[in-house]
């Protein structure tokens, strides 16, 4: 009775690790998934001390919570002083998207571009709500 119990043990420890290996590899394929080119790269121009970027902040916060599992790549460039200026210049061209970063020195915006041309696509701004900055990337993400 004891050998019985042992092996029915086995066997179970043995099924749980396969189906545990099957989940693994599921997840896997979803986190390869997810780390796919991003369809969009929304790049926000922010500054600490920039009002119209703390009015947008939580309008933009909503609409990256909404894309989190979404082919949208949020990047902040932060343009707050020569240090973190830097960093982001750095940033923006390890993306491929230094010469944008270069134009477009202001703050209280983002742009939106294409993830294989890295081409200008879209703005948001602090005139739009977080619905309607969904709605501009929505169409984006549908080509239009």
Same mark, same amino acid.
């Given at each position: 009775m004891r050998r019985m119990h042992g092996i029915v043990a086995v066997v179970g420890l043995l099924l749980s %690790?396969? !189906?545990l290996n099957g989940v693994m590899t599921s997840a896997s394929v979803a986190a390869?998934? *997810?780390a796919?080119? &991003? =369809?969009v790269i929304t790049a926000i121009f922010h500054a600490d001390w920039c009002g119209t970027c703390k009015k947008m902040g &939580? *309008? @933009?916060m909503d609409t990256q919570a909404r894309? *989190?599992?979404k082919p @949208? !790549?949020?990047v902040k460039f932060d343009l707050t002083n020569k240090k973190t200026t830097n960093?982001? *210049?750095l940033l923006a061209s390890a993306l491929g998207i230094g010469d944008t970063f270069k134009a477009n020195q202001k703050t209280g915006f983002a742009l939106l571009l294409d993830g294989k041309t890295k081409e200008v696509v879209g703005k948001l701004t602090v005139d739009q709500s977080a619905q =309607?900055? %969904?709605a501009t990337i929505d169409n984006r993400l549908a080509g239009k």
């Open positions: %690790g396969a !189906l390869e998934e *997810a796919s080119e &991003p =369809q &939580p *309008a @933009v894309y *989190a599992d @949208v !790549l949020f960093q982001s *210049a =309607q900055m %969904g």
